[in-house]
């Protein structure tokens, strides 16, 4: 069994953004439910809010100020907290894995601006974090959102020690050529059309090219949008993403001593997210 954390505080549920936010409160329910709080291997923790001086290390003052305006400030804060503190949970290796559940989105986040439901990049701020405070360097991301993370994409384009592998063509808009830069750390992969096709991308795409950079830890931002009941590839059912898990768990084994973090914004409806967050923990506790 591993040691896994699930980080949640219950401003990401009640303040969600919750147009494209629609399953958090009922992912995080859906865990308790199934009873895995009551494993020895499995703890929740209160996600704590970000500061302003962790949000500064990628984002301007002025972007800051913006978003302290709108109603998106305070879940942004704990949906960032929440991955900042799993973070270091893992590097400490006081947890072996985490999930954490969020209330924004955070992969078309740049350093001065934002849209589509993101404020902050509420995964790419924990690279800084950890660089400041460990001795963490390399970093492997994977998204399996609907669209092209270009905030990510644009905040790590010089950042050979990280790697990027984003699944997205066919759903992107037009973005600034820096939110395309494409090199041998910075890569995109076609969706799959079905839960079968969609798990074998990954399953090819990813886990030779983590290992092969060995990365100190892997961020998997989960976007659940691509399910067959919500807004984008609407081609998965939610018996994929318990199956996607087990793939990048694997690699994480393969490449970091099972350094992972599962980050999802439930980006899907209640009965989507209340049956795959049990799935993804039960694979990451290494439960059954």
């Known amino acids: 069994m591993k040691k896994t954390g699930v980080f949640y505080h219950d401003i990401c549920g009640k303040e969600a953004y919750s147009s494209l936010a629609m399953g958090v409160a009922d992912g995080f329910k859906g865990i308790e439910k199934a009873g895995l709080f009551s494993r020895p291997n499995i703890t929740h923790y209160e996600s704590r809010p970000a500061t302003e001086e962790e949000i500064a290390r990628i984002h301007t003052r002025k972007w800051i100020e913006e978003v302290k305006r709108t109603q998106w400030w305070r879940v942004s804060l704990y949906s960032i ?15 072996d894995n985490a999930l954490v559940i969020a209330g924004v989105g955070g992969h078309h986040a740049h350093r001065d601006s934002a849209w589509g439901g ?10 800084p974090h950890a660089r400041e405070h460990f001795k963490a360097r390399r970093f492997a991301i994977v998204d399996t959102d609907t669209h092209h993370a270009d905030g990510v994409r644009d905040i790590f384009k010089d950042d050979d020690e990280v790697l990027h592998i984003c699944f997205c063509h066919g759903y992107g808009w037009d973005e600034d050529p820096d939110s395309l830069t494409t090199n041998e750390t910075k890569m995109c992969f076609s969706h799959g059309h079905n839960d079968a096709s969609e798990i074998e991308n990954v399953r090819r795409e ?10 100190d830890m892997l961020f998997w931002i989960m976007g659940m949008d691509t399910h067959q009941d919500s807004y984008g590839t609407q081609a998965l059912t939610e ?23 599962v980050k999802t914004c439930c980006n899907a409806p209640p009965h989507a997210t209340s049956y795959a967050l049990p799935g993804i923990v039960n694979i990451l506790a290494e439960i059954d």
Do not use: H
């Not at 993101?118 to 690279?127: D, P, R």
């Open 81 to 95: 907290g929440g991955v900042l503190e799993a973070t270091e949970k893992v590097l400490r290796g006081e947890l």
């Open 118 to 127: 993101c404020y902050f990049s509420v995964t790419g701020l924990a690279i």
């Open 206 to 215: 990813v886990p030779e090219r983590v290992k092969k950079f060995k990365p």
């Open 239 to 261: 018996k994929a993403y318990p199956a996607m898990a087990e793939i990048i768990k694997d690699t994480a084994e393969q490449s970091c001593g099972g350094k992972l973090i």
